[in-house]
């Protein structure tokens, strides 16, 4: 006899979504979390606002060895559907740029919703209780805890990835996986600051603090947003995005003024005021800090005119197509998502179950999914969990 229609393990925001859309449907639902305050990573989004969605996602914003996967779930349960759910609990929320969501309050609103919708559904949430082992059985699961052992008919991990450890995050639902014959797409720190070493990392440190816009490329993405330089390299919204595209050892190129051809501009300057300095010209188009550091990297001290076409190509290069390879990234610590997971060639796009072991599900960031910076990994969240709550 079964204690539970569905066990699903991690209260975070899919194993929430699971958990509410399945005790709706009238099942039995036990939802558990190793943590002592749940929600974590929903609480310290967004710089505490919670970007709880984007109103554009799709497809093309997510990362993953089979970029279809994920149209099912978003087309089952789109933006529209959730911002429904947080208006109908009165939650004030602002669209900040390109389709982002944020609590107008607190991102411990969006926890409150969840919670309240659990304990309206039926839910029961246990926490702290840590999972030590998951047997399966001929019709059942048995879901071993420090809390007692609980049977099943359906198991939901939903323990995302390897990203900010300081709040409990873990590989243990990738082992769950292997334990049941699933693969791993190999894992990587996703939405994450660049390092940098030697020279590159010294001219970097001095300019710590300064940020500007910026378009990066790296493998034939790019992205159009801020950038900062830090104590340790990159990081800003732009590089986050592209670091989600970067591999080890790989170049990326940055653009410092977008909209502004600074060769053009420099040789124009040579042809009608040849004794300004190369700073003087470009005044106004980068701070004044970061272009004296970059004229002072380069050794620069000469006017316009008595600098060679050459030479101002290279300056221009440096602010329109600057060409560097970080040494690497700040790691899981730092890191917004985890890049890689379950191999969704094992997984149903339309339930999220495992197509190796019935009754075996797998949802979230733990999932090789990987969203872009805005919103796009808590839509995968709300998405994966609500499809796999029809189906358990």
Request: glycine share 10%.
């Amino acid at each position: 006899m079964v204690d539970y229609d569905a066990i699903i393990i991690g209260a975070g925001a899919a194993g929430f979504m699971c958990a509410i859309t399945a005790s709706k449907r009238g099942r039995n639902i036990l939802l558990l979390d190793h943590s002592d305050n749940i929600g974590e990573k929903i609480r310290i989004s967004g710089g505490g606002r919670c970007n709880f969605t984007n109103l554009g996602a799709g497809p093309k914003n997510y990362i993953s060895a089979n970029p279809k996967f994920c149209i099912s779930a978003l087309k089952q349960f789109g933006p529209d559907k959730f911002v429904s759910m947080v208006e109908s609990h009165n939650i004030e929320y602002f669209e900040k740029t390109m389709g982002q969501l944020f609590c107008t309050g607190s991102a411990t609103q969006i926890i409150e919703m969840l919670m309240s919708e659990c304990n309206d559904s039926g839910v029961v949430v246990r926490n702290p209780v840590k999972v030590e082992k998951i047997i399966k059985n001929d019709t059942a699961f048995s879901v071993k805890t420090d809390n007692g052992d609980f049977q099943t008919t359906s198991v939901v991990v939903a323990t995302g990835g390897l990203s900010i450890p300081k709040i409990g995050a873990s590989d243990f639902g990738h082992q769950i996986a292997r334990e049941f014959g699933h693969d791993i797409i190999p894992t990587s720190p996703a939405l994450v600051p660049f390092t940098f070493s030697g020279d590159a990392l010294k001219s970097m440190s001095t300019l710590s603090g300064i940020s500007v816009d910026a378009t990066i490329n790296c493998n034939g993405a790019n992205f159009s947003d801020g950038l900062l330089f830090t104590h340790r390299g990159l990081s800003g919204p732009a590089i986050l995005q592209i670091s989600s595209y970067w591999s080890h050892g790989d170049e990326i190129s940055i653009d410092l003024a977008p909209s502004i051809d600074v060769f053009a501009k420099l040789k124009l300057a040579k042809e009608k005021t040849p004794k300004q300095l190369p700073q003087t010209v470009l005044s106004g188009i980068l701070s004044k800090r970061l272009l004296q550091g970059i004229i002072d990297e380069m050794g620069f001290n000469q006017t316009i005119g008595q600098t060679s076409d050459k030479n101002l190509q290279i300056l221009a290069d440096r602010i329109n197509n600057w060409r560097v390879t970080p040494a690497g990234v700040e790691g899981y610590r730092t890191a917004e998502v985890t890049r890689g997971g379950v191999d969704t060639n094992g997984l149903s796009s339309k339930t999220m179950e495992s197509e190796k072991v019935a009754g075996l599900f797998f949802i979230g960031e733990v999932v090789d999914v990987t969203g872009q910076l805005g919103g796009y990994n808590f839509q995968w969240a709300w998405s994966s969990g609500f499809v796999a709550g029809q189906y358990i």
